[in-house]
């Protein structure tokens, strides 16, 4: 069983950035990618990042690409988010969630829902607003 532990939340101003962090413990993690997803009050849940653990595989959600940028420390296995141009849609609880694959293959079933995390973090809140 994988844990993970989620930091870097706060308020941030339209346009500004932010860095999430999700801190993994557990046996096995080379198998794993941790995806991002986030929800917003009153919407459901969605996926908007993935990344391997092993191989460093990205994927990113339309909502985001080109604005977030998904990675991961090997020696440390921390995954990141970095988050720029932030807009108030970006508002929401932001969660990592670690799932029992690999590749761009499995990211992409992760983020877009057709495989779900066994893993999740408790969430961080980011609010984009001025």
């Known amino acids: 069983q994988v844990q993970l532990v989620e930091s870097g939340g706060g308020l941030v101003q339209p346009g500004g950035s932010l860095r999430l962090s999700c801190q993994a413990s557990?046996?096995?993690?080379?198998?794993?990618?941790i995806g991002w997803f986030r929800q917003a009050p009153g919407k459901e849940r969605e996926g908007v990042a993935c990344?391997?653990?092993?191989?460093?595989?990205?994927y990113y959600a339309d909502s985001v690409k080109g604005r977030f940028a998904v990675s991961r420390t090997i020696s440390n296995n921390v995954a990141y988010l970095q988050m720029n141009n932030l807009t108030p849609e970006d508002t929401g609880v932001y969660y990592c969630?670690?799932?029992?694959?690999?590749?761009?293959?499995?990211?992409?079933?992760?983020?877009?829902?057709?495989?779900?995390?066994?893993?999740w973090g408790q969430g961080t809140q980011v609010t984009v607003s001025s």
């Open positions: 969630a670690a799932a029992l694959t690999q590749g761009w293959a499995g990211c992409e079933a992760v983020v877009t829902g057709t495989r779900g995390p066994t893993s």
């Open positions: 557990g046996f096995g993690l080379e198998y794993y990618v």
């Open positions: 990344v391997g653990t092993a191989d460093g595989t990205k």
